[in-house]
């Protein structure tokens, strides 16, 4: 009886984990994405951003987040922001529902044009509904001034 117990949970509880935690797509390759920047990053300048998107076919992978975003999980757009002498990369997607932001020049802040979130230089949340703070992503510059590398994953087609 404890045996046919056992493989009852067993056989209920497999389909149910798979649906929770998936396993990675095997079309999903992880690799560096090359990305130009609409201007050299040295002449980023303090309290800018600069918006930048995900190659075609591809996307960016967010190594941290709250809410909708989470490690992992693909954007396909990104902001570079200068920022107490700091670089940092975020990904594009609001962690309140996943809507795309934008940068405010005049403000030197994020907006997200669907529930009104606002996030600072350091992604930060200034005001919400989003309880968490901008995902960032993993970048390194590229041999042109005008170009970075970020992590991300081939997308299927």
Not at 5 to 25: E, F, N
Not at 42 to 53: K, V
Not at 65 to 86: E, I, V
Request: proline residues 10%.
């Amino acid at each position: 009886m404890a045996g046919l117990l056992g493989a009852t949970v067993v056989a209920a509880a497999g389909p149910l984990l798979v649906y929770l935690y998936p396993p990675p797509d095997p079309k999903q390759r992880p690799q560096k994405l090359r990305v130009s920047l609409p201007q050299a990053l040295d002449t980023i300048a303090e309290g800018e951003a600069i918006g930048f998107t995900a190659p075609v076919a591809a996307a960016f992978v967010m190594i941290d987040g709250g809410g909708t975003n989470g490690p992992g999980q693909p954007t396909f757009g990104g902001f570079l922001t200068r920022h107490r002498g700091s670089i940092r990369a975020f990904a594009s997607t609001c962690p309140h529902l996943g809507c795309n932001y934008a940068y405010d020049a005049g403000a030197h802040r994020f907006e997200c044009p669907c529930h009104g979130s606002r996030f600072d230089l350091e992604g930060r949340v200034l005001r919400g509904p989003a309880a968490n703070p901008l995902s960032h992503l993993s970048w390194a510059p590229a041999e042109s001034a005008s170009e970075i590398v970020v992590d991300g994953v081939s997308m299927p087609a």
